[in-house]
């Protein structure tokens, strides 16, 4: 029963969320919603932005588990573009709220793991060797994923815009050589 209320009161939110603002939504409306009182929701979350916290992990946990391998740097694209859009109202109600941090930082997370995979991808392909990738690794993901989240930053202020994630993907697609590209900044490092 425990666990379905947990379940129940995420749901609700969730909902809520799509629906509203984060600063309009309160514990008393999520009770309400869930037909619940106080203590239970309190028995499960201490408060909105731990229940916030908790719904965005889960979130970025079932991309990561979604995408156990990347391939190019499209696919790392197209995976955290996925964990920024998935319930797109609810994304931007987040990301509008003084509650962002928290999904900025599962962005910064997602972002690295996905690039990480992808590093680790290169060498075991051989394309780049991978000596070099051991030395250099933590500057590779670094920049890239600060290139990735600057570019979801972009996307998420200007609203979500279809026509601009197709365009960021274009950018990407035209990255194709992206490999090449680390080879010779892990060769320069030297």
Not at 89 to 105: L, N, P
Not at 167 to 190: G, M, N, P, Y
């Amino acid at each position: 029963m425990a666990n379905f209320t947990r379940e129940a009161i995420k749901a609700t939110f969730i909902k809520l969320l799509e629906e509203r603002q984060f600063s309009d939504i309160t514990v008393k409306s999520i009770v309400e919603e869930c037909g619940i009182n106080r203590n239970s929701f309190y028995y499960h979350f201490q408060d909105l932005p731990s229940l916030l916290e908790e719904i965005i992990r889960e979130e970025s946990d079932a991309v990561i588990k979604k995408y156990s391998s990347v391939n190019s740097i499209v696919e790392c694209f197209d995976a955290i573009e996925e964990f920024a859009s998935n319930r797109k109202k609810a994304i931007m109600h987040i990301y509008r709220s003084v509650s962002r941090d928290v999904f900025e930082r599962y962005l910064m997370k997602t972002s690295e793991y996905f690039l990480s995979r992808y590093i680790d991808a290169l060498a075991e392909s051989g394309e780049i060797d991978p000596s070099l990738i051991v030395r250099n690794k933590t500057l590779i993901v670094v920049y890239y994923k600060c290139l990735f989240f600057g570019v979801i930053i972009e996307w998420l202020e200007h609203g979500m815009d279809e026509q601009l994630a197709k365009d960021f993907r274009c950018v990407f697609r035209l990255k194709a050589d992206t490999a090449d590209e680390l080879a010779e900044i892990l060769r320069s490092q030297i």
